[in-house]
């Protein structure tokens, strides 16, 4: 499984933003996938996931009523809708694909899969 994140830029402090996470080869077998993020000088922490069948979402607590993840029919693309964005969300982000429940525990080791990295920059 390949997958192209993009979607990143600046963006003011109240704005919004959609990133976009592709994912192409085999992807039978994934179960779900996620966006984390890295901020300057920060570890690399969960922002939200989806799970594949049925869309059962989670949030961080941090991103919980401003960020939004969905994914198409198709199966191929999840988006993660970002409004009301702050300074702090101010990050690389990446996206990641996992082939268990396991991703429910947001553990980096557990999402086998990983895009690229787009850069949110928030400004005030």
């Known amino acids: 499984v390949q997958l192209q994140a993009c979607g990143g830029g600046l963006v003011q402090t109240g704005g919004s933003l959609r990133l976009s996470c592709v994912a192409s080869?085999?992807?039978?077998?994934?179960?779900?996938m996620g966006w984390f993020r890295q901020a300057p000088g920060k570890e690399r922490e969960f922002v939200a996931l989806?799970?594949?069948?049925?869309?059962?979402?989670y949030y961080a607590g941090s991103v919980k009523g401003r960020f939004t993840i969905s994914r198409d029919n198709a199966g191929s693309t999840v988006y993660l809708q970002m409004d009301s964005l702050k300074t702090e969300d101010t990050a690389v982000y990446y996206c990641?694909?996992?082939?268990?429940?396991?991703?429910?525990?947001?553990?980096?080791?557990?999402?086998?899969?990983w895009g690229q990295g787009t850069l949110v920059t928030v400004s005030s």
């Open positions: 989806i799970k594949w069948s049925g869309g059962h979402t």
């Open positions: 080869g085999r992807s039978i077998g994934v179960y779900g």
């Open positions: 990641a694909a996992g082939s268990s429940v396991a991703i429910f525990a947001r553990r980096e080791r557990d999402y086998h899969y």
